[in-house]
């Protein structure tokens, strides 16, 4: 009997130990799915605000972000009002004092559906410069605007997202990735950077062609236009442009270029366009003093023809002052990186007598191959 009970028990502790090892690898299974649900859910929502807005100077994104967490916020509540179970959810899950109950948080709920939508409102009209925002009554028919953009845009960065992510398995399916180079496009220069990008892109041996981006990408932000203030539509593309060939695809939007291909395409893709951003009708950086030191670089950039032969004493002159506002200026450590960047490679190709943004890692071995292979 006593022998009978050790097997039992022998058999019970394998199965639980089995169990153990089972539940573990379900946890783990679970959790890289929940991570890359999590990852692929933030970068979509990223990628939407962006392809809506545009990237606004580093001082003024935080608006922006509390213009979107309104209008979440506000889709949330409505849900909570009109679904008491969404209510009930959000009374249980969060900590509350004792006297709070379902009645009076319906009430709370109530008034924040009433006066959230100001937030919106209010945020939208402090995104641009101080320079750029109406005075008078406009600051009031801003703000109330609120009313209208807070189910807007709640309900366009949703679907987006949506697109963002099916755009981003339809990659994976194709053993595609993708690389994203944040910009901010100059007033009036989009069809510019569109026109360097195919033009450096074929400069790399890479066979594209520019056409306007899907309907599905392009009727939100038609949409948001048609009712949004002046504030928000100086912040969103008046056109969006795919580019696109074999095993590449590169979305040119007023705040990202989202390249999506094979490895070696989309590395010899970033390499080319990084290029040629330097010297092309965008920043690489957000902040008004970093800026102030990128267009100083790209005047370098722009010297005539004598100055390009060597770098002569103007340009020299030119360099040692930008080199000093790079060690004296209050610009965070990301954006003195990129400036340094296109500071040693307007240099580099300042003194091997090259025209700024057309020198890429690679390209001399592209012409070679060309020449053996003609």
């Known amino acids: 009997m006593d022998r009978r009970a ?60 509390l213009m979107m967490a309104f209008s979440f916020l506000w889709l949330i509540l409505v849900l909570a009002l009109l679904l008491p179970a969404v209510a009930s959810f959000l009374l249980a899950a969060t900590p509350h004092p004792p006297f709070v109950d379902q009645q009076l948080l319906g009430i709370a709920i109530l008034f924040s559906v009433l006066f959230v939508p100001l937030g919106v409102g209010a945020a939208g009209y402090l995104v641009p410069a101080e320079g750029d925002r109406p005075g008078g009554l406009a600051i009031v028919r801003d703000v109330l605007r609120g009313y209208v953009l807070a189910p807007l845009l709640s309900g366009i960065l949703i679907f987006l997202a949506g697109v963002g992510i099916v755009r981003k398995v339809r990659s994976r399916r194709h053993g595609w ?15 510019t950077v569109v026109h360097d990008l195919v033009d450096a892109l074929a400069s790399a041996g890479l066979e594209v062609s520019a056409r306007d981006a899907p309907r599905v990408l392009t009727a939100p932000a038609a949409l948001l236009t048609a009712v949004a203030g002046e504030n928000v539509r100086k912040l969103r593309p008046d056109r969006l442009v795919e580019v696109g060939g074999r095993d590449l695809r590169i979305g040119a939007y007023p705040s990202d270029i989202a390249i999506s291909g094979t490895t070696l395409n989309r590395t010899r893709a970033r390499a080319a366009i990084l290029s040629r951003l330097t010297t092309s009708a965008a920043h690489l950086t957000t902040s008004e003093e970093a800026q102030r030191i990128e267009d100083a670089i790209a005047k370098v950039a722009a010297s005539d023809g004598a100055l390009r032969a060597r770098l002569g004493a103007p340009a020299q002159a030119h360099m040692d002052d930008i080199d000093e506002k790079l060690v004296s200026a209050p610009i965070p450590t990301d954006e003195w990186d990129i400036l340094y960047r296109i500071r040693l490679q307007v240099e580099r190709d300042l003194l091997i007598g090259s025209r700024p943004g057309t020198e890429f890692p690679g390209r001399e071995e592209l012409a070679v191959s060309r020449r053996a292979g003609s």
């Open 6 to 65: 050790s097997c039992v028990r022998s058999f019970d502790v394998r199965l639980s130990e089995a169990a153990l090892r089972a539940v573990t690898i379900l946890i783990s299974v679970f959790g890289f799915a929940g991570r890359f649900a999590g990852d692929l859910l933030t970068t979509s929502l990223g990628w939407a605000s962006s392809l809506l807005f545009g990237r606004v100077p580093r001082s003024h994104q935080v608006l922006l972000v």
């Open 177 to 191: 990735s993708d690389i994203h180079v944040p910009i901010v496009m100059k007033p009036g220069g989009y069809d």
